[in-house]
């Protein structure tokens, strides 16, 4: 397993993958640490969870360096990701025993409750493009529950992978309760199909999760995923149009454009379509990239020069059908996987651009003529994930969010945010299942019904 940098497409650190023998050790190890983690008491928990959020915040400075290296988002973002990973364990070691306390029913016995017990150990398949943020917002909730966890991380992160692990150990958690396995997604399904395993969870691309849920559905193990999406703004004609173009570009290059939750999609009504694009077009053109480490700059380059590649072949068959280029659309020269901010409009089905997700800076814009039109192409689309509205009119706003977007977050007048106190997840494509909130803590848990005659 490899660690390159993208900025400077240099190896940073060769990993060797765990064999059979080592990932059957590991998952004995961590199914013998569930057995006593599940009978620690939520004090304990919490006292070793709000530990790692201060190792977190303690080390945020090198830990943001290795995200830095191995992916290559900006520095300041990478150090944002550490302290939100802090939050997430502060919130969970805070809330968790309430989220998770027998709730009485009324019926006409002695006593009729719910109670929720631990699974046992979890498989968590995790990409790259928050490595620590998308592990956390796991293992936050799973071992407050009791759960003991196993990560798989993308390839190109090994060295976020093992960090993680040593973090979970230098906080005092007991030994095994949380492990990685240096493995490749083609050896995950006989992790799953481990009788020691569980349920399994996986946030990556659609392709990855489909595989994941047919694997785990056909030993009838729980899964919940977190995939892809293409997420729609409707700009409608009573908006804030440059602050709804402010924002709509804050969210497009936010981690370079590699976020699920990224807005992707612009359908802008007629009447202030020009003034959206220009302002848009403007702030895209304007945001540059560089040397992840550089305060000035916006975006670093993309994770990998392949997907790079990738995503500029999907803009260039785009284009080749008839959508036009508003700004980028270029491969730059140099060994960085740099891609630039780039604008495209006259997009149309049958193009990538259309149906498929852009992992990267690139934004499409789309003009239409009612509020009708635009849900219509907001919703043609097999993904789910999150959207947004911008108009001054509030419960418009709210209307649209609630019955007329299909997906599992719509923020009114900002872009779509993971929060720690906020369900999060998808439907359609975009996956099944939330995460965070009290909703994420009880995904692995058996809900038990205990009737006392
Ligand atoms: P990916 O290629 O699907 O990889 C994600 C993880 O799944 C990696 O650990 C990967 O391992 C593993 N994997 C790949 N194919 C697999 C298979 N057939 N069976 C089991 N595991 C498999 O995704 P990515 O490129 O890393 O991440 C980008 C995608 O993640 C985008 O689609 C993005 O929208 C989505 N995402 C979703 C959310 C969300 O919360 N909804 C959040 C972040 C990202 P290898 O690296 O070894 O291949």
């Not at 290795?66 to 969970?92: F, R």
């Not at 979890?122 to 943020?133: A, G």
């Not at 995950?188 to 349920?199: D, F, R, T, Y």
């Not at 997840?425 to 299942?433: D, H, P």
Request: proline residues 4%; neutral net charge.
């Amino acid at each position: 397993m490899k660690s390159v940098n993208p900025y400077t497409n240099k190896l940073n650190k060769e990993y060797t993958n765990h064999q059979k023998n080592e990932i059957n050790n590991i998952l004995n190890e961590v199914d013998l640490a569930f057995h006593d983690w599940k009978k620690t008491p939520f004090e304990t928990r919490k006292q070793l969870m709000h530990q790692l959020g201060n190792q977190l915040e303690l080390q945020k400075e090198e830990l943001a360096d290795l995200i830095v290296s191995e992916m290559g988002k900006i520095k300041k973002e990478a150090i944002g990701e550490i302290q939100k990973c802090a939050w997430v364990c502060k919130y969970y070691a805070d809330n968790a025993e309430q989220f998770l306390q027998n709730e009485i029913i009324q019926t006409e016995n002695f006593e009729s409750y719910v109670s929720f017990q631990p699974l046992g150990t979890v498989l968590t398949v995790m990409p790259w493009n928050f490595p620590f943020w998308q592990v956390f917002r796991f293992l936050a909730p799973a071992l407050m529950a009791g759960n003991t966890g196993v990560l798989k991380h993308a390839s190109n992160v090994p060295g976020c992978a093992m960090v993680i692990e040593k973090l979970v150990k230098k906080a005092g958690f007991p030994k095994n309760v949380f492990r990685t396995l240096l493995i490749s997604g083609s050896e995950v399904k006989q992790v799953i199909e481990n009788p020691l395993v569980k349920a399994v969870t996986l946030t990556g691309s659609t392709p990855a999760g489909k595989s994941v849920a047919s694997v785990a559905g056909s030993v009838l193990k729980k899964s919940v995923l977190e995939l892809g999406g293409s997420d729609p703004y409707l700009i409608l004609e009573d908006a804030d149009i440059k602050e709804a173009a402010k924002l709509c570009v804050s969210s497009r290059l936010l981690n370079a454009g590699q976020s699920c939750i990224g807005a992707k999609r612009f359908i802008v009504m007629e009447k202030v379509y020009e003034a959206f694009k220009d302002e848009f077009v403007r702030l895209m053109e304007s945001s540059k990239y560089g040397n992840p480490n550089d305060e000035e700059i916006a975006i670093g380059p993309l994770a990998r020069i392949d997907l790079r590649d990738e995503l500029h072949q999907q803009v260039m068959s785009s284009v080749g059908k008839g959508a036009k280029v508003l700004c980028g659309a270029y491969i730059p020269d140099g060994e960085s996987a740099f891609y630039p901010p780039t604008v495209l409009e006259n997009v149309q089905p049958g193009m990538a651009a259309y149906h498929e997700e852009l992992f990267g800076p690139v934004a499409s814009l789309f003009k239409v003529k009612s509020v009708e039109e635009g849900i219509k192409i907001a919703n043609d689309t097999v993904f789910g994930l999150g959207a947004g509205v911008f108009t001054k009119d509030k419960e418009k706003g709210r209307h649209l969010a609630e019955k007329g977007l299909d997906a599992g977050c719509v923020f009114v007048n900002d872009f779509v945010k993971s929060d720690p106190r906020l369900p999060f997840g998808g439907v359609k494509e975009s996956g099944y299942g939330r995460e965070l909130s009290l909703w994420g803590i009880r995904e692995f848990v058996n809900i038990k019904t205990v009737v006392i005659k």
